[in-house]
Structure formats: structure tokens, C-alpha cells
């Protein structure tokens, strides 16, 4: 590990040592905004129900005095849905639980000490929004654990109505701060608005600070989401109406060793969806997990953007503008949701920053690139220990922080494979690495629930562990996919002119652009500082000081191709088929993905090696489709609240034509196990 | 070269704002977008009210007002009898609309510019010379005689702020006039087409369908409306939200709000609510340069010249009003009526005069003098001002006890608004004041007639010019010291001049209105019967302007008075006005010639010359 890494590392504290007893420790949190008096949530409450806005409003859709009475109380019942409140008995009980169950799964919780520490000590006088990044369940309750054992006042979280739909864990989080939001309200403005009030008064009048995920949900192929703003524009309102000073945000990084949810998460991607959240599955799951080693978890509270000097500086941002008329009548303007959409991609960029890469991300990568090319029958314990040393220099190179004792680099290896042995076993430090085939039996799934194709055993058994491994890989892609964009656009050129190699990432970028949250505003940072990296790196070569030529000689190439080549290989095949089978009709999304499946996996029962498993994830597909709209390669059309889609024929084939040509250009084969052909067939 | 008129012309306000679309309310007016479905095309009104005849009695019309349809005016006859001499026969056949009208001249590029913008308008006559003109003597006699030959070429309707902008953009660059226009209230020639105008395109804008709420906020007590919501319909809908704006100029059934602020209107009940000018906040003004407005809402500045000032009275010479930010009050509670009887004008004037020095003023106090007092009589449908017993014995207490002259007196009315304790409070210590100066209370129910009286009195200038009477009010104000003595001098001239022309038939009669720290607002009503040979309403502006008239209170400056606006803002502040006019509208689209007198224009063609 270099010193940069352990430098930063070095503060990071791990809080099951720390043995909190939740129901005994005292607990004075220090709050964000110090007001006078403390808020409480009834009061939270009741300045929404007596707000001008809402009133405004309902004398304007109340047919008369009656209809009004009604809807009054219709508000008051969607209220008492959303509202949170605050029980330190519950907040307790719920902790010394939870920190119960941290101990029993994690060998370490560990909590970046500096960053909270110089957080706390800037609070006193701005509200501050919190935006964890999503990748577990777990992150919420986290974030409550770490608030309570440093002393930091619960924040208001906004939670999905999932969770408010378990019988008494809804009731038991709402009691620790969480409201609850309706997904999809866009239609009912009635409750739009209410939600809205609600949230304003959280920001303006309560002092506990607010946290909700920018991305949304959790990120089932742990790779960022592309920032939600709508109740990001909810919570800024306030400030661009100039009714609060400065508003603080703080972007939170969580990385887990291994996520609760990685098997779900897999059989979600592949398009079994999730069960719906009950108590009862709740605790299911926690029973299945008790003898399961999760490993570490990485907490970190980033540098808080402070918006004055945040839109000060970037935007010059006029409040002003609002001051004439009162700020209950207007809404936001283009031009500030465009710089709200912005500080989103910013935070989730900050979030991604401070994810902290850990062994087996490294180990991941290594074993798709010996995969890819032929060579995993190489791949012993020794040859992984060296590899991983080249990776942690890659990504320190690249700027990211890797984690890995490299000091105890064997014994950190051999614990993260134990944790990940459903994926990957190693017997011997002389023998190779394994990827363990799955063994399911999906044969009692309700196939109307699927949201592709049922795959046959055979299929799943391969993509089950193939997928976990790629969830793996999908965080550090933040680091990757630049890289790789370049080495793609320099492959089979000699040198090549900066501006001409700037302009062929960019191309990339646009089909990449949701798949990895590739925001435009950001590409010229993004390839300027990658360049300057790869340089350093000795993976590129400046021949003069406008051209650039590949270090053909560089470890590291092989790995940035393989890294960026599951997404490239998915995106031909979907489009391939849209292309061939969906053409002259008008499709929905569930049409790809049927069409889509079917031809995976009668590819991969052929065990030629030429498509990835991963392509069978069907979050990619929706993000291809999402894409191939936006560069107007399809047609949407919304009819009854679903997107249909045409094929814009010629442009799609010269899409097709661009990505089997980038295809082509991988030296790989994905041959992770020899197939058996099911007898069936 | 001046680069500030050759420069693309910028309309983009710089701060773009988003209101919330849902909260704006679109507000269902009165007056229809055909006004001649509603209204009287050679009068003041709507076309169901007004003075008729049946048998020898004279009745007024429809359910309007709260003066019966169904009792007829029984001391009127005499009283026309008596003044001008004249009988009031059954027969008054109404005039009918002209079928014919004038061509329009049609700018083609501006036309079609409009079209493009899907902009409502219409080329049809009757639209057209609906929107011609004003309420002055000289407009509706113009128009009964067919003595008008310029009129509007294009009339539109634009729907809001946005539409204005590109209107005014295309008429800067077609070169056309645009002549704003609201209720079509005005006295002054401010919307009647420069008769002389045959090069250029008269465009109508009407602002009538730009009368939405936009927003309201009850707790800072703001209220936000487009410039056409017409006062009646805006008061209405204030009103179902428990609040008024309180602004009552005599014609708040049918002027609008933008035409209150281009006008610098003033109200009845000012004392408690303010004059336009305290009213307005923030108001947005689309010019040929692009859009006026103070984009602070704050209560009060200390910022340099207000230009909210350029905007109040500009009278639609640098542009468009669009859209108003008013200060709005709770509903009163208690709303009470109340009358004084005085010896005589001078003691009423003196009475006033102490009032106003106390600052006591009920919402509105008007004095009426001995004239308008009688005439008030003839509008009383049953028994007069003293027909009911008590009343009876009010009047013998008059005469006989108080020594009262029925010749002299002159009788104020009051109304009061506000909680009831303030209320019982303040009309107590007027009652006081009123009892120094020999006055005293002649009760509500004559107070509030009188105010009604103000309503139907504009419909009787259209009946008299029937009669061959022509007849017109003037209004000024003047501080204290000069308050009577005006009362006179303005009586005594207009006697002279009208037994000079051998007029024997003629009432003058006068009212004070408003009350001020250091002044007062007095109000004549003039009118004679007329020898069909003359000019009449050109005899009658003659002996206008022998009283020495000067600027007005509150009807604006328009075209008749434009000869006094020198004199009143000295030669500098007429090249000031200049300056902003060139500044604001360097091409004179907005040349409906008001506030200056023609030699004093700007030479626009001087100036295009230049650039």
C-alpha cells in the first residue's frame, strides 16, 4: 500500500472496537443549526399544514367549504404517512440491535474519524443535507449508528415507502427520524405538493439536517446511478428562493467489502425481481446471514460542498432574481435545475472518489482479464499476489484509494477469497484460482414475475457467479472506464493527435453515458487529468506536445480492456438484436429484454466464448435502450405511462457498426466454464 | 451613429422568473372581449342603464344599480324644467352603430407578424371604433355625428406579459403605432387616433384579456394581477378572499388596473387606502427597448429616482403595462355611511379643512354644494331629502331652528371603514368638528345615496346631449387657502362667459372630493343648452379654459390637457420627459400623442435621421 493510501487510511477508525452500549451511552448530539429552541416534529408538521402554498392551493381546487374540509383531511392522513418523529428510547433499542448485528457480520465497521470530527466542527449554522451512496440497505442504518456514536444529531431521512409498508420496522424508523416517501407521485400533484412542503419546512425550519440518495436506489450492479433531482431540487429550493443563507451538502462514501444484498442483487440484474419487503423476509434474511462473514465496511463523510462558494464561485448564481416576488408563488427556473442536475453528478462523483477499492475489486479484475485472454489457467495464488500489487499501483496512479495491507498482502488476500468463496475458492498458494459454478434449482419460480426470459439452469449456473464477480469489478470502473476509452481509441494507431483523441473518447462517452454517469460537463476534467495519469503511468507516451502514442509494452492495457469489454460485448448483442428482431415494430422495454435473453443464452449454450454473461443483465439493456433514445438511434413515444419504441433504421445499424467494430478490437474470449448442453435441447 | 436604436432590441427581462402555475387564476370579467355586446357605443355605461321616459315620468334602467327601475324619478322633469328649460318627452330614439367605417390602412409585415404569433385580433369596424375613443364631450359627440375619420386599423388581444413583448417587438420593427388601451374610460383624448396619423398602421392594443390573478399572498398582504383585470371584476375576486385593494375611482366598473397605473388615478376612498401611486409595488412596463420594472419588492427604498414614477402616468407614451404587484387589505368589517349638513359651501370647505388638519378622514368625505344638492333632489325617486317624517322634522329644525337657507346649504357625505370600535370612534369626533363649523349629521341613508348618485350621474351627460345640452366635469386640485375662492372664481367665469355668448340656460355646479394635507381635489360639473347653429362643444371647451384650468387631480393629462403639462413640470422637466421618450421608444410606436403639446413633440424624423 502506498503512503497515500496509508496516510488516509490512518484515520479511519473501527467502531466495533469502540463496544458503544447504545441503551447506556449518553447521547447529547450536536445539531447542524442551532436555533434558539429545538424544533420538534409535530411542529415540522404543523407549519406544512398551515403554509400559504398548500392553502393557496386548496382554495383554488376546492369546489366549495366541504370539498375543502375533505381535502384538509386528506392532507392531514398523507401527513401522518410521511411525517417522521423522534424517540430516543427507539433509537436505542434499534441500535443496540443494530450494532449487535455489525458485530456478528463485519469483522471491521470503520469510520474515517478525521472527516466527522471537522464536519462537527463546522455545524452551528447551516443546514445540512447528507447524500450517502446506495449500495445496501445497510447504508441507512448505518449512517444512524455512526450519527449516534459520534454524537451527531439523526438526520430527517427520506426513506421509500417499502420500507413504511413492514409491519412495525416502518413504525420503529419513522420513530428514528425516516419519512416516507410515495415513488412515482408525479401524477398526483395534490401529493407532490404536500411531499414538497414537507420537505421545505425539514430544510428552513427543522435543525437536524436531512439525508436522502441522490442516486435514488440502491445501485443493484454497484456502479453509480445517475443522480435523481427531484428531491434534490426539493431541498435546494429553499436556498435558490434565498429563504436560508448557505446550505451545506455532504456526500458520504460507503464501501462494503461484500454487500448485504450481493446474491439479490444478482438475481435482480438477471431479472428475477426482488420480494417485495416484509417483516417476516426481513428477518429471514437477517437469520440467513448470522453465520456469514461480510468483511469490512468503509465510512467516509467527503468534503462538504458548501453552496455559496459552490454556485458562488462556478455559477455566479443570482438569488436575487427571486427576491421580487414571494418565493411560495414561484418555481425553479430552467437554468437552476440544470445547475441543480449539476451539483447532483458532482456529489455522486465525490461519492465515487472516496469509495475505497478493496482486494478482492482488485482480485475481480484480475481473474476477468485471465478469463478474457486465455490465462486463468495461470492464475495461482503467487501470480494473483503479484498482479494485485500491479493493480494498487494502476489505481493509486489514477487517483483512487485502495485498501489493501500489503504488508499481510497474503493473508489479506486468502480472507477476502474466504469471504468470497461463492465466487471464487483458491485450494493452494500453487494453485490456480476458481470460479465456483452455481447450483440452482429456479425450476418453482413464478415465470410471470420474471422480467425477461425463464434461463435454464445450465445458463443461470454460469451468469450467477459470473455477475456476482462483475459487482466487483463495477466500483472501480470509476477509475476505469476513462482509461480505457483512451487505450480503445489508440489501439491500432500509431499517434495520434490529443484533440483527435479527445474527440474519439468523447464519442464513447456519449454511448457509455449512463451506463457509467458519464456527465458532459465533466469530460473535459475527466480526460485531462486521465491523460496526465496514464502518462505518469508510462501507458502513454507524449511524442511531442500535441500527440500521444500507446506504451505498447504496458501490464496495465490488457486489464483496461477487460475491464470496459463486458459492457462493450452487452451493448453489441442488445443492439444487434433490436436491430435484427425488433425492427418494424413498435416494442417495449420487456420486448428487448426477451428478445434479447433468448439470444444470449442460446449463444452461450453454443460455449463459442463470444458473449459475456454480464450482457444477460438486464440493467445494462435498460440503460442501452435509455441511450440509444437520447441519441435518437430509437423513437419513443409514451402511451398509458410506458415508453414504446421504433427503430430508426439507419442510424441504429451504424451504431451497431460502431460497437462491433470496438468489439472486434478485444482480444478476448469470455469462456469462464465449458458449457454442458442441458439434455433438453 | 447612436448605437442604442440600431442594437437588436433586447425584450429579455434579466431575470427570468417561474410562477407557479397552478396558483395563477384566471378571473372571469364583466365586460365582455366584444364590448359591444355589453356596453353603449355612443356613451358612458352599459347599454341596459341609463335615463328613459314612459308617460311623461323619467325612469332609470336596469337592476345595475340601487336606484329602482321600477320608481320613476319624480321631481327630474321639473328640475330640467326649471334649469335649462326644457320638457322631457317620451320619445328618445337611440342612435344605432354605423354599418360603415373607415378602411383600414393594413401593415402587411406587422400583419402577418401577428398571425405568425397567434395573436387574437380583429380588422372588423365595430371592434375598431369601439376602441377609438374615450368619454369625453367631444369623443361622444364625434362619434353621434360620424366626425370621426381616423380610427384604429388593427385591434388585438393579447393574453399575457409574453405576447405584449412580441407585439411590441414587431410593431418597432414593422413601424406601426400601438395605442394601449383598458376600459376606455378616460377623459382626456388619451386613446382617440391621431386624427391627422394616415402614414402609419393604428394598432389597438386591448389589454381586457390579460386580467388574470397571478398570485396572492395573503400574509404580506400582495397581490400580483395582469394590467387588464378591470376594478370591478378585481375587487370581486379579492373580495371572495376577505380583501379589497380599496382603489374606487368613479369608473372602477369598467377602467382597469393598467389603466389606473398609466393614468395615475386616484380613488374614492384614498384616505384609507391610498392613491395608485401608494397602491402599486412593482409594476412591469414592456417599452421598445425592452422591460421596465424594479425587480425588488421590498417596502420601501432608498435607490436612486424611482422609475416606477416614469411608469405611473406615462399614459401609454413609452409603453405597455403588463402586469401589476398591488398592496391589498383585509375586508372591513364595519362599512357605515354618513351625511353633514352645512349652512354654506364656505363653512363645509372650512369643515374639511379641519378635518384633513386632524388627519381624521373617514374613507371618503365629499362636499357637495348647494347646486349638486338640488340636483341630487331631482334623482330621489320617491319624496326627497326630506320625505320621511323624521326627515320632515329634520328640515323644519333646519329652516326654522338652525336658521338654515335650503339656497345655501351644502351637505357632505361620508363613508367610513374599519373596525367598528375605530369606526364609532372616528365618526364621533367628525360629528365634533362638524358641529363647530355649524354642521351637522343629516344620517347614513343620505350618504349613502349620494354615492350612488356618483354612478348614475355619468349616464346623464348622454341624455342631456339628447336634449341639446352638453355637459362635462372638470376636476383640479388646489392647496386649502385657494379652495374656495377657486369655487368662485370657477362659477363666476363660467357665468360671465356664458352671459357673454347669450347662454341662458346653464347649471355650475362643484364638488369637493378628495381632502389632502395641504389641499383638496375640486370637482365642477358644467354643462348649457345649446343653439344647434354653434359649435358646441367647442363653446363649451372655450369657456373651459377662460376658468384658467390647469393640470388635473386625477384624469390625467391625455391630449385637452397637454397644454397645461409645460407650465406644471417647467421646460426642463418637459425635455427630461423627452429624453426618456427617445430613450424608451426611439422609433414613436407608441404615438398616441399624449402628455405634449404638438410643437413640443420630439422630431422623430430628425432623429431616425441622425442614426
Known amino acids: ?681 | 451613429m447612436s448605437d442604442a436604436s440600431t442594437k437588436s432590441v433586447n425584450f429579455d427581462t434579466n431575470m427570468p422568473k417561474n410562477l407557479d402555475q397552478k396558483l395563477i387564476r384566471n378571473v372571469q370579467s364583466v365586460i365582455p372581449k366584444r364590448r359591444q355586446q355589453l356596453l353603449q357605443w355612443d356613451g358612458w355605461g352599459y347599454k341596459d342603464s341609463g335615463f328613459y321616459t314612459v308617460a311623461e315620468k323619467v325612469y332609470f334602467s336596469g337592476d345595475r344599480y340601487p336606484i329602482s327601475a321600477k320608481a320613476p324619478l319624480v321631481a327630474f322633469r321639473e328640475w330640467v324644467r326649471t334649469n335649462f328649460g326644457i320638457e322631457i318627452v317620451d320619445d328618445s330614439t337611440k342612435s344605432k352603430m354605423p354599418t360603415k367605417f373607415p378602411d383600414p390602412i393594413i401593415n402587411e409585415e406587422f400583419f402577418e407578424g401577428i398571425k405568425k404569433y397567434r395573436i387574437d385580433h380583429s380588422i372588423h369596424g365595430e371592434d375598431r371604433l369601439f376602441r377609438c375613443h374615450g368619454q369625453t364631450l367631444a369623443d361622444i359627440h364625434n362619434l353621434r355625428n360620424g366626425k370621426f375619420t381616423r380610427i384604429p386599423d388593427i385591434v388585438l388581444w393579447p393574453v399575457n406579459h409574453d405576447e405584449v413583448v412580441n407585439i411590441v417587438k414587431l410593431a418597432n420593427e414593422a413601424n406601426v403605432i400601438l395605442i394601449p388601451f383598458g376600459g376606455g374610460t378616460n377623459v382626456t383624448g388619451a386613446v382617440t387616433c391621431p386624427q391627422d396619423e394616415y402614414e402609419r398602421c393604428i394598432v389597438i392594443l386591448d389589454t381586457s384579456q390579460m386580467n388574470r390573478m397571478l398570485w396572492l399572498d395573503k400574509e404580506n398582504l400582495l397581490a400580483c394581477f395582469e394590467s387588464g383585470i378591470v376594478g370591478q371584476d378585481l375587487e370581486r375576486v379579492l373580495n371572495k378572499e376577505g380583501l379589497t385593494m380599496g382603489h374606487e375611482p368613479d369608473s372602477y366598473e369598467f377602467s382597469t388596473l393598467g389603466g389606473w397605473v398609466a393614468t395615475r388615478a386616484s380613488g374614492m376612498k384614498k384616505n384609507v387606502y391610498g392613491n395608485i401611486e401608494d397602491l402599486v409595488v412593482r409594476v412591469k412596463m414592456v417599452t421598445s427597448k425592452g422591460v421596465l420594472e424594479r425587480n425588488i419588492s421590498a417596502p420601501r427604498v432608498s435607490c436612486g429616482p424611482d422609475f416606477n414614477q416614469i411608469i405611473l402616468g406615462s399614459e401609454g407614451t413609452l409603453g405597455v403595462v403588463t402586469e401589476v404587484m398591488v398592496k391589498v387589505r383585509p375586508l372591513p368589517p364595519v362599512k357605515r355611511y354618513g351625511s353633514l349638513v352645512f349652512p354654506d359651501l364656505s363653512s363645509g370647505i372650512k369643515c374639511l379643512r379641519e378635518i384633513a388638519k386632524r388627519r381624521c378622514q373617514p374613507a371618503s368625505i365629499r362636499l357637495m354644494d348647494n347646486e349638486q344638492f338640488a340636483f341630487g333632489q331631482a334623482l330621489k325617486t320617491e319624496g326627497g331629502f326630506f320625505s320621511h317624517i323624521g326627515e320632515k322634522l329634520k328640515k323644519f329644525a333646519l329652516t326654522t331652528i338652525k336658521g338654515f337657507d335650503l339656497e345655501k346649504l351644502t351637505v357632505a357625505t361620508l363613508l367610513f371603514e374599519g373596525e367598528k370600535e375605530d369606526v364609532d370612534r372616528q365618526e364621533k369626533l367628525i360629528f365634533e368638528i362638524a358641529g363647530r363649523h355649524g354642521g351637522f349629521s343629516a344620517g347614513a341613508t343620505n350618504g349613502q345615496k349620494g354615492y350612488v348618485l356618483t354612478f348614475v350621474i355619468a349616464y346623464i351627460r348622454d341624455l342631456a346631449l339628447d336634449y341639446g345640452i352638453v355637459a362635462e366635469s372638470f376636476e383640479t386640485s388646489v392647496p386649502w387657502d385657494k379652495c374656495e375662492k377657486l369655487c368662485y372664481n370657477v362659477k363666476a367665469v363660467v357665468n360671465e362667459e356664458c352671459i357673454k355668448r347669450g347662454i341662458r340656460f346653464f347649471l355650475i355646479s362643484c364638488r369637493v372630493t378628495q381632502t389632502y394635507d395641504a389641499g383638496a381635489c375640486v370637482y365642477f360639473y358644467f354643462g348649457f343648452r345649446h343653439n344647434l347653429k354653434d359649435d358646441p362643444v367647442h363653446t363649451y371647451e372655450e369657456i373651459e379654459n377662460k376658468a384658467r384650468g390647469s393640470i388635473s387631480h386625477h384624469h390625467g393629462v391625455g391630449k385637452i390637457r397637454a397644454k397645461w403639462y409645460k407650465q406644471s413640470v417647467s421646460n426642463l422637466g418637459v425635455s427630461l420627459y423627452k429624453s426618456a421618450k427617445i430613450e424608451l421608444d426611439p422609433k414613436n410606436v407608441f404615438a398616441n400623442r399624449n402628455l405634449l403639446e404638438p410643437e413640443d413633440e420630439v422630431d422623430f424624423k430628425q432623429i431616425s435621421a441622425k442614426l
Not at chain 1, 477508525?13 to 420538534?40: A, C, E, H, S
Not at chain 1, 456527465?519 to 502518462?535: A, E, H, R
Open chain 1, 1 to 681: 500500500m502506498s503512503e497515500k493510501s496509508q496516510e488516509y487510511l490512518k484515520d479511519y477508525k473501527n467502531l466495533l472496537d469502540k463496544n458503544i452500549n447504545f441503551m447506556l451511552q449518553p447521547y447529547n448530539p450536536i445539531v447542524p443549526i442551532k436555533k434558539g429552541r429545538r424544533p420538534t416534529p409535530a411542529e415540522v408538521k404543523l407549519r406544512v399544514l398551515q403554509s400559504q402554498k398548500l392553502n393557496r392551493y386548496l382554495d383554488d381546487v376546492s369546489k366549495n367549504k366541504e370539498d375543502r374540509q375533505k381535502k384538509v383531511f386528506e392532507m392531514l392522513q398523507i401527513l401522518t404517512e410521511i411525517a417522521f418523529q423522534r424517540k430516543i428510547l427507539v433509537i436505542r433499542t434499534l441500535g443496540s440491535v443494530l450494532s449487535k448485528l455489525l458485530n456478528q457480520l463485519y469483522t471491521s465497521v470503520l469510520i474515517n474519524e478525521r472527516s466527522i470530527n471537522s464536519l462537527k466542527a463546522s455545524f452551528g449554522n447551516q443546514q445540512v443535507i447528507y447524500l450517502p451512496s446506495h449500495r445496501s440497505y445497510a447504508d441507512f442504518m448505518l449512517m444512524s449508528v455512526v450519527c449516534f456514536c459520534y454524537n451527531v444529531e439523526i438526520p430527517a431521512i427520506a426513506a421509500g415507502m417499502d420500507f413504511h409498508g413492514m409491519m412495525g420496522i416502518g413504525e420503529a424508523l419513522r420513530k428514528t427520524g425516516a419519512f416516507f416517501m410515495r415513488r412515482k407521485f408525479g401524477e398526483n400533484d395534490f401529493y407532490w405538493r404536500l411531499f414538497r412542503e414537507y420537505m421545505h419546512e425539514v430544510i428552513t425550519f427543522n435543525d437536524q439536517g436531512l439525508e436522502f440518495f441522490i442516486e435514488g436506489t440502491r445501485s443493484r450492479s454497484c456502479k453509480a446511478l445517475t443522480p435523481k433531482t427531484g428531491l434534490l431540487s426539493m431541498a435546494l429550493e429553499p436556498y435558490f428562493m434565498g429563504e436560508i443563507h448557505n446550505l451545506k451538502i455532504v456526500p458520504i462514501s460507503i464501501s462494503y467489502e461484500k454487500p448485504l444484498e450481493e446474491q439479490l442483487f444478482v438475481y435482480e440484474l438477471l431479472g428475477i425481481p426482488k420480494p417485495k419487503e416484509s417483516t417476516l423476509g426481513f428477518f429471514k434474511a437477517i437469520t440467513n446471514l448470522k453465520n456469514q462473514n461480510l468483511g469490512k465496511i468503509y465510512f467516509d463523510f467527503c468534503e462538504p460542498i458548501t453552496l455559496n462558494e459552490y454556485y458562488g464561485e462556478k455559477s455566479k448564481l443570482n438569488r436575487f432574481a427571486h427576491a421580487s416576488e414571494p418565493s411560495f408563488v414561484q418555481t425553479l427556473d430552467p437554468y437552476e435545475l440544470n445547475l441543480i442536475t449539476e451539483l447532483g453528478h458532482d456529489v455522486v462523483r465525490k461519492q465515487q472518489e472516496k469509495i475505497v477499492i478493496m482486494s478482492f475489486n482488485l482480485i475481480a479484475l484480475i481473474y476477468n482479464e485471465a478469463t478474457f485472454t486465455g490465462n486463468v489457467k495461470n492464475l495461482t495464488f503467487w501470480e494473483l499476489e503479484r498482479k494485485v500489487l500491479e493493480l494498487i499501483h494502476l489505481f493509486e496512479g489514477l487517483g483512487a484509494i485502495v485498501a489493501v495491507d500489503t504488508k499481510n498482502l497474503e493473508k489479506d488476500i486468502k480472507e477476502t477469497i474466504l469471504i468470497h468463496q461463492n465466487i471464487l475458492q483458491v485450494k493452494g498458494s500453487n494453485s490456480n484460482l476458481k470460479m465456483i459454478r452455481s447450483n440452482v434449482d429456479l425450476s418453482n419460480i413464478n415465470a410471470s414475475k420474471l422480467k425477461g426470459i425463464a434461463l435454464c439452469d445450465e445458463v443461470m449456473n454460469v451468469a450467477i457467479p459470473v455477475v456476482s464477480l462483475q459487482l466487483y469489478c463495477n466500483p472501480t470502473l470509476f477509475w476505469l472506464v476513462e482509461p480505457s476509452f483512451i487505450i480503445l481509441s489508440l489501439l491500432e494507431e500509431n499517434e495520434i493527435s490529443i484533440k483527435d483523441l479527445k474527440e474519439n473518447v468523447g464519442k464513447l462517452r456519449q454511448i457509455f453515458i449512463h451506463e457509467f454517469v458519464l456527465y458532459p460537463g465533466f469530460s473535459d476534467d475527466d480526460f485531462n487529468q486521465t491523460l496526465d495519469n496514464m502518462i505518469s503511468l508510462e501507458i502513454l507516451h507524449k511524442t511531442n506536445h500535441e500527440t500521444i502514442e500507446l506504451n505498447s509494452n504496458s501490464k496495465y492495457i490488457n486489464l483496461l480492456l477487460s475491464a470496459i469489454a463486458p459492457f462493450i460485448n452487452s451493448y453489441l448483442n442488445t443492439s444487434r438484436v433490436i436491430f435484427k428482431n425488433l425492427q418494424d415494430k413498435t416494442f417495449v422495454e420487456k420486448d428487448v429484454f426477451i428478445a434479447a435473453q433468448t439470444y444470449l443464452e442460446e449463444e452461450i449454450l453454443k460455449g463459442l466464448g463470444n458473449v459475456h454473461p454480464y450482457s444477460l443483465c438486464l440493467d445494462s439493456i435498460s440503460l442501452l435502450i435509455f441511450s440509444l433514445c437520447n441519441a435518437g438511434f430509437l423513437l419513443k413515444q409514451k402511451k398509458d405511462c410506458v415508453n414504446h419504441y421504433t427503430i430508426n433504421f439507419d442510424n441504429l445499424s451504424s451504431f451497431v457498426e460502431i460497437l462491433d467494430n470496438l468489439n472486434s478490437k478485444l482480444p478476448f474470449e469470455y469462456n469462464y466454464f465449458d458449457v454442458k448442453k442441458p439434455s433438453k435441447l
